[in-house]
């Protein structure tokens, strides 16, 4: 049994490894200094795609709503697998909060066809929320797993999963069409395969195309290397419902959390150094 | 149509009790509930949890939604979600409450996607306070500002829902404060009769694993945790004695935890736990932002690394460059001799 599968994948800045160019004088994050990179535990969803399709057969869609620039995240999971990616972007999406993305992201995926699975990693390191996953599946009315860090089995029966939770984990059965959130400790995910990167470095989004854009993009089709690019209408969004009109959270304010702190004392590794600083510890009753 | 005043939390059932965390957002849903004027509801679903109706009503719950079905047993998500929209439907509230758990955090979106309203995950705070629209010019009065770290726990932002009610957030287990009980303290019940579709319950649970509780960092006012810098099982002892000798618990950080240095229960971070004991001293631990989302709020955080670059260095209010095989035992002396 075939299974058409989709993955939701996300462009990030890499929040993850900061270095001091990353870093500004006041001790905040400077955003746009961060490459983009795949969300991690997308990759994690992507690998997981890829071993159902190795067992079972079926195709891999990557899908983002995102930037012009995410072709680049899309380019790299079709290095590592992926045999179909398409590009949500258009500049009405922007300040979309997780209700009017996961609305987006649903048109787009009933445009993609009618997936038996769909899967996404289990939260991006820059919203930190774990909320496209579950408000997905419930604008796509599909069952949901979440913290699946296992596929037991797939077949006429449906799907079994083991979800990690936090005080242990349990299996779970249910029916496809279904969807799965999936976290770090599932798997270690594949590096992009030489072979497919010569093949797939040359696809393109139509956006990346200039001039004779047209006929790039029917030459790419033809040899399998043009990752569709659809804007808002293009996956049937109603308007209403997408950037800030679809959103009902608003950011009130942002402060930056000063990554340095206020009294830094450089102890040193000496008999004397270590003592002071019992002493300081315990004259504040740290010990008590 | 009135404003919605009331303030409702989902109360968890975990092993047959309300779950602490749950107890927690009831002693703030009470605080938030005085500012607006209004009255504080729980959520009570499963089978024959009746009886923590009144624990409920002892921390602070004026009125208990109750749906109690043997179906109901154990949670999944869409029997959950269903009876959960239709309360949050008849109850009206202003927000909603529910801990930022596993199931939480599986639950709380389903249900705001279906009421298309706002929600936020994993706040840290939360106040009510004004806002003022600029785009449309329209002031609102006595929202709730959702406060979360975000980008990594590089910012912190404040989050709002102008328009939509309820109002929705997710909070971590011991972020809030739990309120004394007072005993003897009654409330309304309600009960749900709603019909649910046998549609609901495609999902069949196979196995059930719960870890025992190998340690509790929540409430350790001391934490030693080793990092992948312990480099193997036989120094993290070095961890073990310096948490025992300070009367403390072991902690690691995910790069430990990974390595097979350590079990996962005592991991501390964005993944793991997070604690905020008076100390915490960082062995081999380079202070990744995941770690740091995990702990930097401990009153005084000691690094001690071989790397003078280790970012840990740029938080920590003591910061020890050198080999923590000669720097703990060295703090472990010199503990026991000013403690005489």
């Known amino acids: 049994m075939a299974y058409q599968i989709v993955v939701c994948i996300k462009q990030v800045p890499d929040t993850e490894n900061l270095t ?110 774990a909320q ?61 395969s030489a072979k497919r990167l010569m093949k797939h470095k040359k696809a393109r989004a139509a956006g990346e195309l200039g001039d004779g854009a047209e006929q790039d993009a029917t030459a790419l089709r033809e040899r399998d290397l043009l990752i569709e690019q659809w804007d808002a209408e293009d996956a049937g969004c109603d308007l209403e419902r997408i950037g800030k009109s679809g959103s009902p959270t608003r950011v009130k304010k942002i402060e930056g959390v000063r990554l340095a702190s206020e009294e830094h004392k450089r102890v040193e590794p000496t008999t004397e150094g270590l003592g002071a600083l019992i002493e300081e510890l315990m004259d504040e009753h740290i010990f008590d | 149509m009135e404003e919605p005043k009331d303030v409702c939390v989902f109360a968890e059932v975990q ?61 999944a998500t869409l029997p ?70 975000a980008f990594g726990g590089n910012i912190i932002a404040t989050i709002v829902n102008p328009e939509t009610r309820p109002q929705m957030a997710t909070v971590r287990e011991g972020v809030m404060r739990m309120a004394p009980a ?33 340690v509790d960092l929540k409430k350790a006012n001391v934490i030693v945790s080793g990092g992948a810098g312990v480099g193997n099982k036989e120094n993290f002892e070095l961890i073990r004695r310096l948490a025992e000798t300070l009367g403390g618990q072991v902690g690691a950080s995910r790069a430990a935890v990974d390595a097979g240095l350590i079990d996962k229960a005592h991991q501390v971070g964005q993944t793991g736990t997070t604690v905020r004991p008076k100390l915490y001293v960082a062995c081999g631990i380079s202070g990744a932002v995941q770690h740091r989302a995990g702990m930097q709020e401990s009153g005084k955080i000691v690094a001690i690394n071989s790397d003078p670059d280790a970012p840990i260095f740029q938080f920590a209010h003591y910061g020890i460059v050198g080999d923590l095989n000669e720097v703990i035992p060295a703090l472990i002396d010199l503990y026991k001799e000013h403690a005489r």
């Open chain 1, 132 to 192: 496209i996953g579950p408000q997905l599946a419930e604008k796509l009315g599909l069952p949901q797993f979440t913290y699946v860090e296992e596929v037991r089995e797939v077949g006429p029966d449906g799907i079994v999963v083991r979800r990690g939770l936090e005080h242990g984990f349990e299996v779970m059965r249910g029916p496809l069409p279904a969807l799965l959130t999936v976290t770090s400790s599932a798997n270690d995910p594949r590096p992009p």
């Open chain 2, 182 to 214: 007072e005993p003897g303290r009654t409330g309304t019940l309600r009960r749900f009769d709603g019909a649910l579709d046998a549609a609901l319950f495609c999902v069949e649970l196979l196995e059930e694993h719960r870890a025992e509780k190998l």
């Open chain 1, 20 to 129: 001091g160019e990353a870093m500004k004088e006041d001790g905040t994050v400077n955003r746009a200094a961060l490459p983009a990179i795949v969300n991690p535990e997308d990759l994690n969803a992507l690998e997981m795609a890829l071993q159902v399709k190795e067992a079972h057969g079926g195709s891999v869609t990557v899908l983002t709503m995102g930037l012009p620039s995410a072709a680049n995240e899309l380019r790299e999971c079709l290095y590592r697998g992926a045999d179909r990616a398409v590009l949500l972007t258009d500049r009405r999406l922007i300040a979309s909060d997780t209700l009017a993305t996961s609305y987006a992201l649903s048109c787009a995926i009933r445009k993609t066809g009618q997936p038996d699975l769909v899967l996404c990693g289990r939260q991006a390191i820059d919203g930190d929320t």
């Open chain 2, 80 to 149: 959950y979600a269903e009876v959960l929209t239709q309360m949050i439907g008849q109850a009206g509230p202003a927000i909603v409450l529910f801990g930022a758990t596993t199931t939480g955090r599986d639950l709380a979106p389903r249900i705001a996607s279906a009421l298309q309203v706002g929600l936020t995950a994993d706040c840290t705070d939360l106040q009510i306070g004004s806002h003022r629209d600029l785009a449309g010019g329209k002031t609102y009065e006595k929202l709730l500002y959702q406060i979360r770290p």
């Open chain 2, 15 to 75: 092993d047959g009790q309300v779950a602490e965390v749950s107890l927690e957002l009831l002693s703030k849903a009470a605080e938030l509930a005085a500012e607006l004027g209004g009255r504080v509801g729980a959520f009570l679903i499963g089978d024959s949890v009746e009886p923590l109706a009144q624990t409920l009503f002892e921390h602070g719950c004026d009125e208990v939604h109750l749906a109690e079905r043997p179906a109901l047993a154990h949670y």
